[in-house]
């Protein structure tokens, strides 16, 4: 285990960004990575290619970063092969379509002061405070982008309280204890499995609200939804691969927690369709609508704190729909993957 750095001890920091087809939004990151404040002999910054076709590779080779072509297949592989060629004693992760603040990366540092500390997790919220679809990733109570407001910290993940990819920071020791990433793991949880393992090994977790990325979150629905049906993909692959884990358990809850409220609402307008009898009816709109108006009631503060009503309706109708892409995405990649098992 690493020993307590000095109070003003500067860590040697490899920042590493994973990018595919980002010119729209690469060279926000790239300024904002310019503008950090941190001691340049101490900070390297690695930005690892999956061959874009848009232009982000001459982008990128405007700024003086390593840019390096990205070996594997899926974001994981993107994350191992920016390991590979970093040399920091703290890795930190962030992606193309983010925006750092220039204290970003003095505030992952000074966590790791702590030598029980094998990660550190901050915010991230859109930095499209105008595009209602962003403020509602910010707003919703199904968020999958963190955004909690007290520093935590513990050797476990917490439900609802998980960090993500595009603002991660790792101490390297620790994360080479855990094999680094999974590639076995895409779509989605890929960046929350090693943060697990670390836990499982005693190191600690900590969740700092200081250390703050600003995200450029889906701003279209089918967007939104495509994003959720790859998140409920890459929970069925975490569930095939990591089964034992608290992240898998979650996930395999929650998709049969939903498959089953899918099954009896269509099995009641069946039955409803088949007899012509209202009960049925009755019972699945019920059911749907109890749904409803209890997430409309989390929504109610939300709504009026900001003048926007709309809020009230619009946001639980738009956490059903995540949801029920979330539980497709689960379903249809647990039926893949069981047919490749019977092919084989």
């Not at 790239?30 to 061959?51: A, F, H, K, P, T």
């Not at 050797?155 to 595009?166: M, V």
């Not at 076995?184 to 005693?202: A, H, Q, S």
């Not at 993957?337 to 084989?344: E, G, L």
Request: hydrophobic share 45%; net charge negative; proline share 4%.
């Amino acid at each position: 285990m690493d020993t307590m750095a000095p109070a003003g001890e500067c860590f040697s920091l490899s920042i590493i960004v994973p990018v595919l087809n980002m010119a729209k939004t690469v060279r926000n990151l790239m300024e904002s990575l310019m503008d950090l404040d941190y001691d340049e002999d101490e900070l390297e910054i690695i930005v690892v290619d999956g061959d874009s076709k848009d232009g982000t590779r001459e982008i990128v080779e405007e700024y003086p970063v390593r840019l390096v072509r990205q070996e594997g297949k899926g974001l994981n592989a993107a994350r191992n092969t920016g390991i590979r060629y970093s040399t920091g004693e703290i890795v930190a992760y962030t992606d193309g379509d983010c925006v750092v603040s220039p204290n970003w990366a003095k505030a992952i540092v000074a966590n790791f002061r702590d030598p029980g500390v094998g990660f550190v997790g901050g915010t991230l919220e859109g930095y499209d405070k105008n595009e209602p679809l962003s403020n509602y990733m910010d707003e919703t109570f199904f968020q999958v982008t963190p955004g909690f407001h007290f520093r935590i910290e513990g050797t476990d993940l917490r439900l609802l309280q998980f960090p993500a990819g595009a603002n991660m920071a790792f101490r390297r020791s620790a994360l080479a204890r855990v094999d680094f990433f999974d590639e076995n793991i895409t779509y989605g949880f890929d960046d929350l499995e090693p943060v697990e393992e670390l836990g499982f090994k005693g190191f600690r977790i900590v969740l700092d609200p200081d250390v703050n990325v600003l995200h450029q979150h889906r701003s279209t629905l089918g967007g939104l939804m495509k994003q959720h049906f790859n998140y409920g993909r890459g929970g069925t692959l975490l569930f095939i691969h990591k089964r034992t884990s608290n992240l898998a358990y979650w996930f395999s809850s929650y998709l049969i927690f939903m498959t089953g409220m899918l099954v009896f609402f269509l099995f009641m307008m069946y039955l409803w369709l088949r007899i012509r009898h209202p009960l049925p009816l009755n019972l699945g709109l019920g059911s749907l609508g109890l749904f409803m108006v209890v997430i409309m009631l989390y929504y109610l503060p939300v709504s009026v704190s900001t003048g926007k009503l709309w809020k009230l309706l619009a946001y639980p109708v738009l956490d059903l729909l995540r949801g029920l892409a979330f539980a497709f995405g689960g379903i249809y990649q647990l039926f893949k993957s069981t047919s490749k098992k019977v092919i084989r």
